[in-house]
């Protein structure tokens, strides 16, 4: 569901460096319609903070004391009242090894750490209103040298997508919009975002990103493909 556009967003800032955590919330801070609810300094504090303060967006650092991000991630996507809460972790390099991971565990997308100050505002407002954080070339190159790895899952599981819907989930897996997938599929937008959202109600899927990584996963979308 798109968020009211007056409501503010509401951030958690995890992160066991005080000076990122403390520049990203300042960042932020001084955005209008965004507000800083807390800030963790490690996995457990950032899962017990979520279920206090139920935020929009938690900007995840990988590597944390206590409890690490990507197992916090998976607490928090697992947790069925933080179902509206939108994790992107925080990495170091783009190609992480823990990044797919973290995507399988729940996270809608993830960040640099160096990204640029005005991307970082854009990605929290992108994932707060509904959409995965991964543009098409980073959705190839992260999730096809990662999924490879990962243990398939059964392709059983689209078993109960019609065709068309099949078809709409391997566009989702290029990274397209709903308005660039109706565009490509002659339908109108509202139908795209009807059958991305019947995809995800019968995967039981979090978000976008997690059809993704099933897309892949299930071997309807096959590493290396262009």
């Known amino acids: 569901m798109i968020p009211d556009e007056n409501a503010r967003i509401r951030v958690l800032v995890a992160d066991d460096q005080a000076l990122v955590r403390g520049g990203f919330a300042a960042l932020l801070e001084a955005q209008e319609g965004i507000e800083v609810v807390g800030e963790a300094a490690d996995g457990e504090q950032a899962v017990r903070m979520c279920r206090e303060l139920t935020p929009d967006v938690v900007l995840m650092d990988i590597r944390m004391p206590v409890l690490d991000g990507l197992a916090a991630t998976r607490e928090i996507a697992a947790d069925p009242r933080l179902a509206g809460v939108r994790v992107v972790v925080l990495t170091t390099f783009e190609l992480d090894e823990y990044v797919f991971e973290a995507m399988r565990a729940g996270a809608t997308g993830f960040l640099v750490k160096h990204t640029e100050p005005a991307d ?34 059964p392709a059983a599981a689209l078993t109960e997508l019609t065709d068309r819907e099949r078809e709409v989930m391997t566009l989702v897996a290029e990274g397209l919009t709903n ?22 109600l019968k995967l039981d899927a979090r978000d976008r990103t997690q059809l993704v990584v099933m897309a892949y996963e299930s071997g309807l979308v096959r590493p290396g493909w262009q």
């Open 179 to 200: 308005a660039e997938i109706a565009e490509r599929l002659f339908m109108s937008p509202a139908t795209a975002r009807t059958h991305v959202s019947r995809i995800l």
């Open 120 to 153: 970082l505002v854009r990605a929290v407002r992108v994932v707060s209103g509904g959409d995965a954080l991964l543009s098409p070339s980073v959705t190839r190159r992260l999730v096809a040298e990662f999924a490879s790895r990962a243990k398939p899952a």
